[in-house]
């Protein structure tokens, strides 16, 4: 199969991470729940990821909040950071894992929702934009640093510095960016930033994490109670990041696997170029109709296409019938869609990976 679906999850896995998951299924207990060997083994997984994380993305092991996933990193930040009453702001590229929770919080009544909308070709007027809707009033904004649905990176650093106030919380979500482009939370200056583990850092689903700022006083709700295997005597979570935020037994099997995929990760090079070639030679085709693209503009490898006169749930069928995988539709971002254009119709996704070489984009384009 050529695999070409690598936005959805990074395919395929190192065979390190396999051998670190089956490692730790037969050497690992629970963590922080016992004093023997397999409870201090579990312990040192969670460690050695929570290190590995905080040193790529340029916070401490302590603000390092292990999850199954970024939308439960992104519920956690926002559900347990948003001002109640207050504004909080988005953008008009956001996925669902940021759409629903605001949108719970405003029907709640707990929140006021603004957007705002990015420029697919400036990043100046995007910075703008930001500056002009988030104005004296917004306490809070959550927003995308790179789209899902057409690759486009947001200058996020830029948009930050657009709004002086310090007590203005920005929390990103980085389900793209994360293993793509060098992201340090401190040089960005916001707040918390949410990741999958198995998207372009290539460890294994059901893994995740929200990474804090090192020094910000961040004060979270919680949206989860249970066990912490700390402070048992009281009723309460702990106070302390990470167990705060990390209720019950970790996914320590996949955090193992995580930690090795961290350990062997290096910044990719060949998807940009196949990225590139792929744009060049879709450009043009009369038959095919790019989104969301454009020549000025800072993209991930993630390119949104339709072809004329067919749907785009059929193309991925025909695609797949010809052992070629990627993803049709609205790509659980209908909000993004509507900005670029094909609310109605959704696109086919092509995201290349570690995985794919010239051959592979050569052979889509000939069965396109």
């Given amino acids: 199969m050529i695999y070409l679906d690598n936005a959805a999850t990074g395919f395929p896995k190192s065979p390190y991470v396999q051998d670190a998951m089956r490692q730790a299924f037969f050497a690992c207990g629970n963590p922080s729940r016992g004093s023997h060997a397999l409870s201090g083994r579990a312990d040192e997984v969670l460690y050695r990821c929570r290190v590995l994380l905080a040193q790529r993305f340029g916070t401490v092991p302590e603000r390092v ?113 994360a293993g793509h482009i060098p992201i ?59 167990e705060r935020l990390e209720a019950g037994t970790p996914n320590v099997y996949g955090i193992a696997g995580l930690g090795a995929a961290l350990e062997e990760f290096s910044y990719p090079t060949k998807e940009n170029a196949l990225f590139q070639m792929l744009v060049k030679a879709l450009k043009g085709r009369k038959d095919i109709n790019l989104h969301g693209y454009h020549k000025n503009g800072r993209y991930l490898p993630v390119l949104l296409f339709n072809k004329e006169g067919e749907d785009c749930e059929d193309v991925a069928r025909r695609l797949a019938e010809r052992e070629i995988a990627v993803r049709a539709g609205l790509h659980c971002a209908p909000a993004a869609h509507r900005a670029i254009g094909t609310g109605d119709v959704g696109g086919v996704r092509v995201s290349p990976g570690r995985g794919n070489c010239e051959r592979d984009i050569e052979t889509l384009l000939a069965v396109l």
């Fill in 184 to 242: 340090d939370i401190t040089e960005l200056g916001v707040d918390a930033i949410c990741i999958p583990g198995h998207k372009g850092l290539y460890g294994p689903m059901g893994t995740g994490a929200l990474i804090c700022h090192p020094t910000r006083p961040l004060v979270f709700r919680t949206l989860i109670e249970g066990g912490s295997g700390v402070l048992s005597r009281s009723v309460f979570m702990p106070e302390e990041l990470p």
């Fill in 65 to 177: 909040i292990l999850t199954k996933n970024a939308t439960e990193a992104l519920n956690l930040a926002i559900k347990g950071l948003y001002p109640v009453h207050g504004e909080v702001l988005t953008s008009d590229l956001e996925h669902n894992a940021v759409l629903r929770p605001l949108h719970a919080l405003r029907t709640a009544g707990e929140i006021t929702l603004k957007q705002f909308r990015v420029s697919l070709s400036d990043d100046h007027v995007t910075v703008e934009n930001f500056r002009t809707a988030a104005g004296k009033t917004v306490s809070m904004a959550v927003v995308t640093q790179g789209s899902n649905v057409c690759g486009r990176v947001l200058p996020v650093k830029e948009m930050r510095e657009s709004v002086g106030r310090r007590d203005f919380l920005m929390i990103l979500d980085c389900s793209q960016t």
